[in-house]
């Protein structure tokens, strides 16, 4: 073991009169600063980066690194992450013109076939315009738009579930409760998307956190469904609807509150996904063996054998990716080495080595 802990040693010693930094004096803070843009930078997080250059720029103009720290920021605002763009356009155009096509019915008007070519043509042209001036020269990466789709199903779900369970209480005549639930559904989708994006569009997101999210909302509804229906058979639609509303909203909460404890990458959560599938394609066909040899078999007993097998499904995958990274080997080898620039407090360039376990 001497011979690779010399040779690393000797390689730290031969560094460090490079660095030139004075082992007595505390290193100024823009050097650090400029040292921990860098690193971020290393780190292939370029929004990061580009908020702690403009840092430097706004706390210590003055600085020696101003001039190295504007010219990094020119190249990075020159590079715009256009990941999620495609999907952001597309429905961003379909919220739009399901808004203006849905018009005339809310306001009870008789627009004929040319009137609803034109709302649905208006609809068509103010979502293109809309997209492209809502990303206009700025990032609109996947995870933003993951963000933004999630906010936006999740409360229109909310909304059509509420209003079509409660709005009859407000309207008696059909057509005025048609036209309402109409209504509440163009304002919510209108609503929750540009809320979503105003709230995503300065920010630095992975696809990660929304993936394992949108993960757990989806299995609320699915687990709160069989539960209301399945096991407890609870005959109130009211607290159906109601459990359908909260449950899923609070796993989206917690799912995307508690990433971090579990780290997972999409692809991880993807594969926990199938896994659960299979658990509820198992526990289907385990029910149809035993609806063939127990006939009078009590009904709570699927929903047990389903929710069961989706829940062992999870778990087996959970620990079957225990180890999955969506990076290759060498990209997480590498992960743990990097050669950085280092500036010493009298300007002196050199490298220094990063070594992180």
């Known amino acids: 073991m001497r011979g690779p802990m010399s040779a690393a040693l000797a390689f730290v010693l031969f560094l460090i009169p490079v660095i030139g930094v004075p082992a007595a004096d505390a290193p100024p803070p823009d050097w650090l ?24 720029l706004d706390e210590y103009p003055d600085s020696y690194l101003a001039d190295r720290a504007r010219a990094h920021l020119l190249g ?65 990466s996947a995870g933003q738009e993951l963000w933004t789709e999630l906010g936006q199903i999740a409360f229109m779900t909310n909304t059509t579930l509420a209003s079509t369970q409660w709005m009859g209480e407000l309207f008696e005549k059909e057509d005025y409760l ?60 009211d607290a159906i609807i109601a459990v359908q509303i909260i449950v899923p909203d609070a796993a989206l909460l917690a799912g995307a509150r508690y ?58 995958a959970a620990k079957l990716t225990g180890n999955f990274d969506a990076r290759s080997r060498t990209a997480k080898a590498l992960e743990h080495l990097s050669l950085l620039p280092a500036i010493g407090a009298d300007g002196g360039i050199g490298a220094a080595l990063r070594i992180s376990y």
């Open 33 to 56: 600063l400029y040292l921990e843009a860098v690193e971020t930078l290393a780190d292939g997080r370029e929004k990061a980066a580009a908020n702690l250059f403009r840092e430097l």
């Open 76 to 140: 990075l605002e020159g590079q715009l992450d256009r990941s999620g763009i495609v999907s952001f356009y597309l429905g961003t155009m379909a919220t739009t013109t399901f808004a203006a096509y849905s018009l005339p019915e809310i306001f009870g008007l008789d627009a004929g076939l040319v009137g609803a070519g034109l709302y649905g043509l208006t609809g068509v042209g103010s979502g293109f315009t809309a997209a492209w001036l809502m990303t206009k020269n700025r990032d609109w």
């Open 178 to 237: 048609t036209r309402a639930n109409l209504a509440v559904a163009t304002a919510s989708a209108a609503g929750s998307r540009s809320a979503a994006y105003f709230f995503v569009r300065d920010g630095d997101y992975s696809v990660d956190r929304p993936v394992f999210a949108a993960s757990a909302y989806v299995w609320g509804h699915f687990y709160s469904l069989l539960a209301t229906t399945g096991l407890l058979m609870l005959e109130s639609s």
């Open 259 to 316: 990433w971090d404890k579990f780290g997972w990458s999409a692809s991880r959560t993807g594969l926990v996904d199938v896994g659960g599938v299979g658990g509820i394609l198992v526990g289907s066909f385990v029910n149809l063996i035993v609806d063939g040899l127990f006939p009078d078999a009590n009904e709570r007993l699927a929903a047990v054998v389903v929710m069961g097998s989706a829940v062992a499904g999870k778990g087996i």
